[in-house]
């Protein structure tokens, strides 16, 4: 196992998080197409052109398949003769194959036996890392810190590329506000402009500064669109989302993503109002490449054009083609469908072959954008010296521990919080399904990562304290465990001063694709293991790892010290000792709100007021919006983090009381400051820490309703012991803009609230007018 130690953690390894302390708002996400570069290039243009006219029908049908060539990871297409059909020109690019000799063996048959040498274009789920696995995408974003994002992308790139990948399907920015549905651990949570940071954070990342260099690859932003809405929470699911609800919240990381130059776009599995997202014209022609002008590849999601049968509206193969490819989707991921019915399509004229042409040119551009013609084969020789660099490793390490969040720290035996754990004599017991479970630590999607190469938190924990300082037992298993096992969990627990009980989900099986669960509590006996080990009189530490906030009101109520520490990847054990121990104080805050119960859900912070809102002054009255068997607020709401210090947040301050609704519009999308918003933030504590400054804006008496609080700017502010800063966020127009009644993006007269605050659910609001 490569080890390094933790003096090799130099500034400038850690620089991303530094260069992150500067404001982040709608005007740092790009707001333009890049031009010039990548497949946006004109100097690309003659050369597709002159390629496109040699070939034949078939061949350029063959340019818009795609299969998977190694483990499946859904339905089959029943096909294996891949070696054949690559001879034949018949496949356009291949995934799930991950290493050099592979890609490199599949390569050949393209480029040295295909009538026009077309090299093919090699994907992989590349989610969170490669073989340097980083913490899950939703841990990645509760850093806040986009210069993480992209620097853990960059990593992933150099890795995969060394394969021969030059294609991830990746970022997942699907907005998602409801944490039964598995693949909320995918993603960036439930804010549309943090979601849109990250977005385009991730595709910088990936692609780097040129496609042509041999270690970018391209990004594919997924699943479009509105996937993440699943009913119920259920994955696969249809979707009911107006047009004002799509624009305001599920596009804009997707329109992020394109901005930032992502070469591909994943078409989702759900259906949109009845129309299945992989043959929705709306989503696809008129948003995505009318408004938009993406000129990269839609590529349909894994068999998601066959499934228009079933989601009833293709009765055969060849209309599900043609419904998907006239909606917009330019290759076929695994159906084998493109492959079957689209020249027969063209020749009885139900596709216009000029339509084909211009899906080819797209997928022709790209490849000659990565430079494939010139480089088809990757160096077999530098795929090993390219993984696990030490320098990865490192930020693997800081982006776990910038991604944990501390839920609750209440004080232990001597009245202090008992977190972060001092190095003293005390005898701790680790108890706990979690505590070593290094291939849970990877989280869902683990590329190649190998467990081994994880660092085991008990290791890390022995050499923190000892050996003869540390006791163990398991307890009970995730799901399943015997009485047996719970009394000598028990035991030892008693035999300790303190005990870590690290409980949660299993990250393979039960977060990611497929792994909806009704009920998101504590699985299994662990919540029996918990008020046993509780009830010892003990003071305990609990980690929830996890890919999905948990409802344990219980634990929240009993335990003093929780840390969401979600599944931190491949430096897991030596950033956990770290956090426990405060060499590194935590800083993430949520970016979903946590319930209480699952019966909330979906619960997002930005929801609409309804006409009859609880008055907090009395919150029993009956005949208002609530439940009565549960509160309405989350456990945590949305931006929630503490940290080893305290901040004080003084009131919000606006440098205008009036902004004229007609001067905004013009400036929209274009940065510049309309009002600058400024708070005094304080570190009350005694030790130094980060605090992620949240600023949040309410409009009323807008044409459509909007959201109680809307996340607008953050900022990530460092302050020593006693240290006071001033925040200042310089707010562009965007910040006070809307998706109005006639789907349009504007400026309307309100009544604004302007929050500077730690969370979505504090703070001390600015009144400003926004006059016609
Ligand atoms: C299906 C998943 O929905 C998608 O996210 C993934 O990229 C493809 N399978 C390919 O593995």
Not at 205 to 224: F, N, V
Not at 658 to 664: F, P, T, V
């Amino acid at each position: 196992m490569l080890k390094i130690p933790v003096f090799i953690f130099s500034a400038w390894l850690l620089r991303g998080s530094f260069m992150a302390a500067q404001v982040i708002s709608q005007a740092s996400i790009p707001a333009q197409l890049p031009s010039g570069a990548g497949i946006y290039d004109p100097s690309l243009n003659p050369k597709v052109q002159s390629l496109l006219r040699k070939m034949t029908l078939d061949e350029k049908v063959g340019q818009l398949v795609q299969y998977s060539a190694g483990q499946p990871t859904g339905p089959g297409t029943g096909r294996t003769d891949y070696e054949d059909m690559l001879a034949k020109g018949q496949i356009s690019a291949l995934f799930n194959i991950s290493t050099a000799k592979e890609t490199n063996a599949y390569q050949r048959l393209a480029v040295e036996k295909s009538r026009l040498h077309i090299p093919i274009l090699f994907g992989l789920d590349v989610i969170h890392g490669f073989r340097t696995e980083f913490p899950i995408p939703l841990a990645l974003a509760s850093t806040w810190d986009p210069q993480i994002v992209e620097n853990a992308a960059r990593v992933a790139a150099k890795e995969a590329s060394a394969t021969g990948i030059r294609w991830t399907f990746s970022p997942m920015v699907d907005i998602a506000r409801d944490p039964r549905w598995g693949r909320i651990t995918e993603g960036a949570g439930e804010d549309p402009l943090l979601g849109s940071v990250m977005s385009a954070a991730y595709v910088r990342g990936y692609q780097g500064s040129r496609l042509d260099a041999p270690d970018s690859i391209i990004a594919c932003a997924k699943h479009y669109v509105g996937y993440g809405a699943a009913e119920a929470g259920r994955d696969y699911n249809s979707t009911e989302i107006s047009e004002h609800t799509l624009r305001q919240y599920y596009l804009p990381p997707f329109q992020a993503a394109v901005n930032a130059g992502s070469a591909s776009i994943m078409s989702a599995f759900n259906a949109i109002n009845g129309v299945p997202a992989s043959a929705n014209p709306f989503t696809l022609k008129q948003v995505l490449r009318k408004e938009w002008g993406f000129k990269g590849i839609v590529d349909s999601d894994w068999t998601s054009i066959a499934e228009l049968i079933p989601h009833g509206i293709a009765n055969d193969g060849s209309t599900a083609a043609r419904k998907a490819f006239s909606g917009g989707v330019d290759m076929d991921m695994a159906s084998s469908l493109y492959h079957d019915h689209l020249a027969a399509l063209v020749k009885s004229g139900k596709i216009p072959v000029e339509e084909i042409d211009e899906a080819v040119r797209r997928v022709l551009r790209v490849k000659f954008a990565l430079g494939l013609f010139e480089r088809p084969y990757v160096d077999e020789s530098r795929e090993a010296s390219a993984m696990l660099q030490p320098s990865s490793l490192g930020l693997a390490q800081n982006a776990a521990e910038r991604s944990m969040v501390l839920l609750k720290n209440a004080p232990g035996p001597n009245a202090a919080p008992l977190l972060p754990l001092s190095k003293d004599d005390r005898a701790i017991a680790l108890i706990g399904p979690l505590a070593d479970d290094s291939s849970s630590m990877l989280g869902a999607w683990q590329g190649l990562a190998d467990s081994k190469d994880v660092a085991s938190f008990p290791v890390a924990l022995t050499k923190q304290i000892g050996e003869d300082h540390l006791l163990r037992a398991k307890g009970v298993n995730v799901i399943g465990g015997s009485d047996e096992d719970i009394n000598a969990a028990v035991a030892i627990a008693n035999k300790a001063d303190l005990v870590i009980l690290a409980l949660g989900e299993s990250g393979g099986e039960m977060t990611g694709e497929a792994t909806s669960r009704a009920h998101i509590g504590l699985p299994g006996r662990q919540q029996e293991l918990l008020e046993k080990v509780v009830a010892t009189g003990k003071p305990v530490v609990l980690l929830v790892f996890s890919g999905r906030p948990l409802t344990m009101p219980w634990a929240f109520q009993h335990v003093p010290a929780v840390l969401a520490a979600w599944f931190p990847g491949i430096e897991a054990g030596s950033a956990l000792v770290r956090t426990l121990y405060g060499e590194s104080n935590p800083s993430g805050k949520l970016v979903v709100s946590w319930p209480r119960d699952v019966g909330q859900e979906p619960l997002y912070y930005n929801a609409l007021s309804t006409g009859r809102p609880i008055d907090p002054a009395t919150p029993d009255n009956n005949y208002v919006s609530r439940y009565i068997d549960e509160q309405n607020t989350p456990q945590f709401p949305f931006g929630f983090g503490l940290s080893y210090t305290s901040f004080k947040y003084g009131a919000t301050r606006v440098a205008a009381k009036q902004l004229k609704a007609s001067h905004l519009m013009p400036k929209l999308g274009n940065g510049g400051t309309v009002l600058s918003v400024s708070a005094d933030v304080t570190n009350t504590g005694q030790r130094a820490g980060e605090e992620i400054v949240e600023l949040y804006v309410r409009l009323e008496g807008t044409s459509v309703a909007q959201p109680v609080r809307a996340l607008k700017a953050f900022e990530q502010v460092a302050l020593n012991p006693h240290e006071t800063k001033t925040v200042t966020f310089n707010l562009p127009a965007d910040a006070f803009a809307l998706w109005n009644d006639q789907n349009k993006y504007t400026v309307e007269a309100a009544k604004a609230t302007v929050w500077i605050s730690p969370d979505s659910a504090r703070g001390e609001g600015a009144a400003v007018e926004i006059i016609p």
